[in-house]
């Protein structure tokens, strides 16, 4: 298989792509570790399948490379990235990740899409968008696995950021594809968050909940240019207003609406800058640490109930009684707090030994 420079080996989403093919003998943790110590781009493309794979083994073994790649990991900047389709987020990120590469930065692009298992993942349509920065050697593109459900996504890509920081990323770009719900597990696991909009589309807010903006760091009002370039200042005028009333998501940072033109590269360089000032504005106060711990927190919170949720659905006890309270239910025979206090209960009761 041809690889271009920027695109990952192993992006057919296959579970065991880690250690499958004729070609491909099973790794150590050892060799998972080294390869990404050492910026080996097709033993890191396998480290992020091998986490992304469903398999008890593969889990083990990428927990053991997860382990000890953790104290390895180099200093990076985390920016999430969303807005609503069409805003041209994808032609964005390619701007900002060429202007950074020929910077002597390490980008790294991720994806979020709890879209996937529907759609087949349409990030995989943005890779072509971004041939440029595919064909970068500084650039490293993943598409978000299908893991059926958002909360194995998004460990997913928390353990892949891991590898990255392990691996000399010094940026990681993390894009959310879905909407809704997505926005807020890119927060938790980002330091900058990244708010995309576009001018000239009726209601300015597109769909965007205020809880969205509300959690924006920035917000860019992409394709200024040509005839559309007065109408997105505009709306940056509009938006700047509307921010004046809200409350900033980051202690001691003032959330400022700005506008660019990805096409065309002005002003990407303008927005590179606000991330910056952000990184050194918040880590002088303690809120970039505060956040990184906290999100910490979070990422073990969400780890635990990950862990219930599959106990609970694999339980002998519970998957045995779950049908019948759920047409039970649906008849309207009994109430779903008692149905689903009966299957916590069953749940909760210690195994019976066999006599």
Not at 49 to 58: G, K, P, R, Y
Not at 190 to 200: E, H, K, N, P, S
Not at 202 to 221: F, H, M, S, T
């Amino acid at each position: 298989m041809n690889v271009r420079p920027g695109v990952v080996a192993g992006d057919d989403g296959s579970p065991d792509a880690a250690t499958a093919g004729p070609r491909r003998r099973p790794m150590t943790a050892d060799q998972y570790v080294q390869g990404v110590l050492s910026g080996d781009r097709t033993l890191l493309a396998r480290a992020v399948t091998l986490i992304e794979s469903n398999a008890a083994a593969h889990q083990e073994l990428a927990q053991e490379v997860l382990t000890a790649l953790l104290p390895r990991r180099q200093a990076s900047i985390r920016v999430g990235i969303t807005g609503v389709p069409g805003a041209g987020k994808s032609t964005f990120i390619e701007a900002l990740g060429g202007q950074l590469t020929a910077a002597g930065h390490k980008v790294a692009v991720l994806a979020v899409d709890p879209s996937s298992s529907v759609t087949g993942g349409s990030i995989l349509g943005d890779k072509t968008r971004m041939e440029k920065l595919a064909a970068d050697p500084g650039a490293f593109i993943r598409p978000s696995p299908t893991g059926g459900t958002l909360g194995g996504v998004a460990r997913k890509t928390r353990e892949s950021i891991v590898l990255f920081e392990a691996a000399g990323y010094d940026v990681i770009l993390v894009e959310t594809v879905g909407v809704g719900q997505s926005e807020i597990q890119v927060r938790s696991m980002v330091d900058f968050f990244l708010l995309m909009l576009l001018a000239g589309a009726g209601d300015e807010l597109q769909g965007i909940k205020k809880g969205v903006v509300e959690i924006a760091d920035a917000i860019v009002i992409n394709k200024a240019d040509g005839a559309g370039r007065l109408a997105a200042l505009a709306a940056r005028s509009e938006f700047e207003r509307v921010l004046h009333y809200l409350r900033p998501n980051t202690p001691g940072w003032t959330t400022v609406a700005h506008a660019c033109s990805a096409l065309e590269g002005e002003g990407v360089a303008d927005i590179w800058q606000v991330v910056q000032d952000f990184a050194a504005a918040t880590r002088q106060s303690g809120a970039f640490a505060d956040r990184r711990a906290e999100q910490e927190e979070c990422w073990l919170e969400e780890l635990v109930y990950e862990g219930l949720r599959t106990q609970f659905a694999h339980h002998t006890g519970v998957a045995g009684m779950r049908g019948q309270l759920a047409k039970q239910v649906a008849r309207g025979e009994i109430l779903a707090t008692a149905a689903a206090r009966r299957l916590l209960d069953i749940f909760s009761r210690p195994p019976v030994s066999p006599k």
